[in-house]
């Protein structure tokens, strides 16, 4: 019998990449042949976990040299514009990553992609074979019953919704869609062209080219529920779990291990893999938020720099599922991965969002009682205050211990793909019995 050939595509930062890892390894282990389509710069830590790999863009450096910007820059233009990241780094590259995706995806029997890999539905749609959307963050269904808070969204109107709230909601939504459809549309459907493929209605990013069999949201229910008017089929599987830095198995660097033994709980510091490039001043002023409340802290920049005292411990990253249960509060900007782990951790946490999903990360967390959220100009001034207050209200620890525990729980890389077997069975039935008769 023949081996099942899933191919999984996503292109971005560290956030996007370890879900699909685990849910690769997750497929390996049930005897698929998974294979990860992503950027040139993770084919080697997606190999070094097992999986195979192949490019689906060229390097990060360059797809920025094609922007004529340095790393910092870009980072600020995405911050700063939010269409910067479709126009320049995620559409130009779309005929050449399509074309690359078809090699790889050749006898596969399902293609699965996130919102940013824009080849993998026409890919799935070209070969004919089922595509499953992979939700990564709640904000991403787009729903107006469960609205996004993020910039280019204000206008839309906030829980409790009655009937009213939602179709305006609905309607604003609509609005957003048709702009995406009229500003980008035309782009995608050049691609189609070129393969055979009819035009597609599809806001590009919002929604996907080639309706799905199936969409999963890889988040944990605790941050948000399944929408009510989320497409179907499609179901929560909880967080995937994976944290390596190289690919090998996570363990903490000796040094930082030690650093933790020798006195109380840290601060721990995180802004994820893409926005330190930007932020050398968030993290100086989380040094002197540490010092100001007498604490220690360790900053997790992206890259390894001299500390600046014996209570401020720099590294350029550490696995999270080991580290942020060591701390006293974690202090992040909302990525989906980096949300993710702190809730497992248990530990109140301060967002400080600066762009996009963030937002939206930051607001839940406020809600569910685990933390407080402020933003990247006011941190510096009472960044200090709401840490004190998430350290001195007992509340916040309490329920960050309670959801902590059961989001340490979920297996979302595991039902991811049981759901996704189950897919490709019922998908196999299909095929089968439609076949004529001999």
């Not at 709401?386 to 595991?414: C, M, N, W, Y």
Request: charge should be neutral; glycine fraction near 8%; charged fraction near 20%.
């Amino acid at each position: 019998m023949k081996t099942p050939k899933i191919v999984l595509a996503t292109i971005g930062s560290l956030g996007d990449l370890h879900p699909f890892i685990a849910i690769a390894l997750a497929l390996k282990a049930r005897g698929v042949s998974p294979v990860l389509a992503v950027p040139q710069d993770h084919v080697d830590k997606c190999r070094a976990a097992g999986v195979k790999a192949e490019a689906l863009l060229p390097t990060f450096e360059e797809v920025g040299r094609a922007t004529g910007l340095d790393d910092e820059m870009i980072v600020r233009q995405v911050i700063d514009d939010t269409h910067f990241l479709i126009d320049h780094v995620l559409l130009p590259p779309l005929a050449d990553s399509t074309d690359r995706l078809l090699r790889i995806a050749e006898g596969a029997d399902l293609l699965v992609g996130s919102a940013f890999a824009l080849a993998a539905p026409i890919v799935a749609e070209r070969l004919a074979i089922p595509f499953v959307s992979i939700i990564l963050q709640p904000m991403s269904w787009f729903s107006p019953g469960d609205p996004p808070v993020a910039p280019g969204f204000a206008a839309l109107a906030r829980p409790p919704l009655g009937l009213i709230g939602t179709g305006w909601n609905r309607f604003v939504l609509g609005a957003v869609k048709l702009e995406m459809r009229r500003r980008y549309g035309r782009r995608v459907n050049r691609v189609r062209e070129a393969h055979g493929l009819a035009r597609s209605h599809a806001a590009p990013i919002l929604e996907p080219g080639t309706p799905p069999m199936l969409s999963l949201g890889t988040y944990s229910p605790v941050l948000a529920a399944l929408p009510a008017d989320a497409p179907r089929p499609a179901s929560l599987t909880g967080f995937p779990w994976f944290d390596s830095a190289d690919g090998a198995p996570s363990m903490l660097d000796p040094g930082l291990a030690a650093f933790l033994a020798e006195g109380p709980p840290p601060l721990i510091v995180s802004l994820g893999s893409f926005l330190p490039f930007a932020a050398a001043d968030f993290y100086r002023h989380s040094a002197a938020i540490a010092a100001e409340l007498g604490m220690r802290a360790i900053l997790l920049t992206g890259e390894a720099v001299t500390a600046a005292s014996r209570d401020i411990m720099v590294c350029s990253y550490a696995p999270h599922s080991l580290l942020f249960p060591c701390a006293a509060a974690i202090i992040h900007h909302g990525g989906v991965g980096t949300t993710g782990q702190a809730l497992r951790a248990g530990k109140p946490q301060l967002v400080v969002p600066f762009m996009g999903d963030q937002f939206d990360h930051a607001d839940r967390i406020t809600r569910i009682g685990v933390g407080l959220s402020t933003t990247p100009r006011r941190f510096a001034t009472e960044g200090a205050s709401l840490i004190q207050s998430l350290l001195d209200h007992p509340g916040f620890s309490a329920s960050a211990a309670t959801i902590g525990k059961r989001v340490a729980g979920e297996d979302g890389a595991s039902i991811a793909a049981e759901r996704l077997l189950g897919l490709l069975a019922t998908s196999h039935r299909h095929r089968v019995s439609s076949r004529p008769s001999a």
